[in-house]
């Protein structure tokens, strides 16, 4: 969707013979939205303003809007109709229910979350009573009344009445003052009455050189979010035959869509509190209402995603519990202890104007004191209520399920929600908007493609263009498989800029997965994404450790980006898994199933340990890959897809997927501009992680046969990888070296970087040995007596003395960040030992924390 959006309100005089000047505005001005007055057509004929353009879908009122069965219309100079374009008609929520056939309104929800009411208005005009003015005047009133409540409130027409403005004056007649007691009520100011205005001052002028006046107003709210721009009044046209001039304007929307509001989608939800009362009943309902009227047979893949999109949020706003700000911190305080405050607090009041007097002779002195008492025995007795009940739910759950336990331990805890603050050029910026400019700035230099790009890769990706034009299909998605990943989806996963979670998925009822079933295989079937799944948000998130919290480069980009997308993913995973053969390398431990992290670390010590035992010498290098996820090369990893054996329409789904990308970033409650992903796959996607195992794949491949590497039997052990993490191990220096330089050769010739400054060479030997530097290209890599890997300590020396006191240190914490909790009742706290702190000493045992 633009930023802009352009409106046009016209009185046309009859829309049959306006036709040829109205499509030429609306192509012309590019018009979003037109509100068109005096269109003349009765209810059997209210289809040909269809046939203006199909760009517009129409929302209309007919002349006998009230009486369609009538034979003769006893006034015909009527009608209201609003032509909405198609990009913006995906906003619509639905068409206002306005007892009038003289308004028509639209809601429109914009992705923010900003709500705009749109009125196209014709009222009666001076050649009725006034009375009858009056009535739809007070319509008017009305309408901004109720909706002004919720969103921005625009009218757009003839109101037949001149409103008064620093560049229209004049004296005003009844009419005039009657609608301008509505507009000062309210604040309210007609657009073509300011000085920023162009064209003519009149919008009505009669035929043969008759009387002209500003009888036609857009009208908007003083404070008005968004800017209006171009605001013109059209002159007269060989074209226009109507007696009225069209108004033009348009509203700079700004940050309003290409920086959304993320704060109030779904996460406003509260799932927990519709799962109790049974909310998700009414919301599952809902959504198959709303669904019931889109077509399952159609082929736009925009148009049905933001139906779909539409259904859910527009059922979710009608039915689920809003998250609503807790005012108190303590979760135990209830409306009763608050009446006792407010008692205590009005009798010191009382005890204060007395000038504070003690003893039981002074009444104020007894009945503050009792009051107090009164309070603060009730405020124990609740807090020990929420103590005990903490305590059971911790015993209840811990037995069973130690997450849920875990859960009720961490609600207890004290969230920093400070604003990230960065220390730039030795100033510290604290500025929002600042801050987050410098975030983007950061994630669009990583995205950011390099100018130079080798000819081997453009060559052979030019080639793979040419040859994939078979269209080898993609098993279509059938209801139980969808039903089975949205059932197995986590709960309370940030959504996209779309404002959809998993819940609503989830809970969203039978139609709804029939119609994503229709529109994944639509998608099979075009090899063709929605705009939106292109777009996301980056999060920036704390390394954590000992870095420093002000650095920029202590901080990763997280992308949330649409949850549809992310349950489509799951099921282009599975098409995956079933065409990559003997993939991935089996050295690579990071996600795959029944692996961990805790197998890469078992691999490297049982090996340093096998060599150890023979008295033998080994090294092994940790390689550290720069920003690894946000470098791959789009160009690179698509290559490396095609040479894997994944072509047809597989490849041409993936090829489009990862075109056009683009994101902001979202800090401190402040959104950034829109940049282009050039490079780089988005953690936070349900593909990333198999993508960037495809794109290092061949490494692992190489290093593996190489026969460089170090061998247990028969087994090759010489590289156990974790995602981005490469361990290297060889028994000597020059194999040690060889691999090194496969590593970097690898690296400049598909496109990204190893750090030689944050890698690191361990050096496992008994006896003394001449030492020769080992480079990642000319730059040396340091030597450490300890590292640590994926989260493993491990020392040169074999000295577990680092290891036990970071373990150690680790334990002490978890158990002082319990006990602050001032919660755990003496039972509980043998339960918490048993199963947590007793836990955690036998992973240190193990050399697993």
């Known amino acids: 969707m633009s930023e802009k959006i352009n409106i046009m309100c016209w009185n046309c005089k009859g829309v049959m013979s306006a036709v040829p000047y109205l499509t030429n505005c609306l192509e012309k001005y590019d018009i979003n939205i037109c509100a068109l007055s005096e269109h003349w057509l009765r209810k059997c004929n209210i289809h040909f303003l269809q046939q203006i353009d199909s760009k517009y879908k129409i929302y209309a009122k007919s002349v006998d809007e009230l009486l369609p069965t009538t034979q003769k219309c006893s006034n015909y100079r009527k009608g209201v109709a609003l032509l909405v374009s198609s990009n913006i008609d995906r906003y619509v929520v639905h068409e206002i229910d306005v007892d009038s056939d003289r308004i028509i309104g639209i809601k429109m929800h914009l992705p923010n979350d900003v709500t705009i009411f749109f009125f196209c208005v014709y009222l009666p005009a001076a050649s009725l009573p006034i009375d009858l003015f009056k009535e739809y ?137 519709a799962l109790s009362n049974g909310s998700l009943t009414d ?59 407010d008692s205590m607090i009005q009798r010191r009041n009382v005890w204060i104007s007395e000038h504070r007097p003690r003893g039981e002779e002074y009444e104020s002195y007894i009945s503050y004191k009792n009051s107090k008492n009164c309070f603060r025995n009730e405020l124990r007795r609740v807090y020990d209520e929420y103590v005990a009940e903490m305590s059971n739910d911790i015993e209840k759950s811990i037995d069973v ?85 949205v059932t197995n989806l986590p709960n309370g996963k940030a959504s996209g800029l779309d404002g959809i979670s998993y819940e609503h998925i989830k809970y969203g009822g039978k139609l709804l997965l029939r119609h994503l079933c229709n529109l994944f295989n639509l998608i099979f079937d075009q090899c063709i994404t929605p705009v939106d799944w292109k777009t996301s948000v980056v999060i920036p998130l704390f390394k954590g450790g000992k870095k420093l919290k002000s650095d920029i480069e202590s901080y990763r980009g997280i992308s949330l980006i649409p949850c549809i997308s992310k349950v489509f993913e799951k099921l282009l995973d599975n098409r995956l898994n079933e065409r990559l053969i003997n993939f991935p390398n089996n050295q690579q431990m990071a996600y795959q199933k029944y692996l961990s992290s805790i197998y890469a670390s078992f ?88 993508l960037y195992l495809i794109y290092i794949n061949d490494l692992i491949d190489i290093l593996s046969t190489s026969g460089k590497g170090a061998v247990m039997l028969d ?72 590292v640590k890997h994926v989260g493993i300590i491990l020392d040169a020396r074999f000295n577990s003395t680092e290891r036990t006191l970071a373990a150690c240190r680790t334990i002490r914490s978890v158990c002082m960040s319990i006990i602050r909790l001032y919660l755990i009742q003496s039972h509980v706290a043998k339960l918490l030992f048993n199963y947590v702190i007793a836990k955690a000493c036998m992973d240190v045992n193990c050399g697993t924390t």
Not at 188 to 202: D, V
């Open 283 to 341: 919301y599952a309902f809902a959504v198959s209402q709303n669904l019931w009227t889109v077509d399952t047979n159609q082929t736009d893949i925009e148009k049905y995603y933001s139906e779909i999109v539409n259904s859910l949020v527009l059922a979710a706003r009608d039915t689920l519990p809003i998250v609503k700000h807790k005012r108190h911190l303590k979760p135990y305080w209830n409306d009763h202890l608050t009446e006792l405050h």
């Open 715 to 786: 087994l090759n052990v010489g590289c156990p990888v974790q995602a981005d993490d490469i361990a290297l191990i060889s028994p000597t220096f020059s194999g040690m070296q060889c691999m090194i330089d496969i590593c970097y050769n690898y690296s400049v010739k598909w496109k990204f970087e190893f750090s030689p400054s944050k890698s690191q060479v361990l050096i496992f030997s008994k006896r003394t040995e001449t030492y020769r530097d080992l480079k990642l290209n000319t730059d040396i890599i340091p030597v450490c007596n300890s």
């Open 401 to 485: 399920d130690q997450r849920l336990a875990w859960c009720i331990i961490n609600s207890r805890r004290s969230r920093n929600t400070s604003d990230i603050l960065l220390k730039l050029n030795n100033k510290l910026v604290n500025d929002p908007e600042s801050v987050c400019a410098e975030f983007a700035n950061l994630f669009e230099a990583i995205a950011k493609l390099s100018d130079h790009t080798e000819d081997k890769v453009n060559n052979k990706l030019l080639n793979l263009i040419r040859n994939r034009c078979d269209n080898d299909p993609i098993r279509p998605v059938f209801f139980e498989e969808l039903s089975k990943i």
């Open 137 to 273: 005047v007070d319509l008017l009133h009305e309408l901004y009344s109720v909706y002004s409540q919720n969103g921005i409130v625009i009218f757009a027409g003839d109101f037949n009445a001149k409103v008064q403005g620093p560049r229209v004056s004049g004296v005003q007649d009844d009419r005039s003052k009657i609608l301008r007691r509505v507009l000062d009520e309210f604040s309210l100011i007609s657009l073509n009455t300011q000085t920023f205005c162009k064209g003519p001052i009149h919008t009505f002028q009669g035929y043969e050189n008759g009387p002209c006046s500003t009888i036609d107003h857009i009208i908007v709210p003083d404070n008005l979010p968004f800017k209006p721009e171009n605001v013109n009044i059209l002159d007269d046209d060989g074209l226009n035959l109507s007696d009225h001039f069209p108004i033009i304007c348009t509203f700079n929307l700004g940050d309003s869509l290409t920086r959304p509001n993320l704060s109030t989608s779904s996460t406003n939800i509260a799932w927990n509190k």
């Open 603 to 690: 691999n490297l010590q049982e090996t340093v340990h096998h060599y150890k035992e023979r008295n033998s010498s080994i090294q092994v290098t940790l390689l550290d890959s720069k920003r690894a996820f946000d470098t791959v090369d789009h160009i690179v990893l698509k290559i490396k897809i095609n040479d894997l054996g994944i072509e047809g329409n597989l490849w041409k789904l993936l090829d489009h997927m990862y075109r056009d990308l683009k994101s902001c970033v979202r800090c401190n409650n402040v959104t950034s501009r829109f940049f282009s992903l050039e490079r780089g796959v988005r953690q936070g996607s349900a593909l990333s992680a198999k």
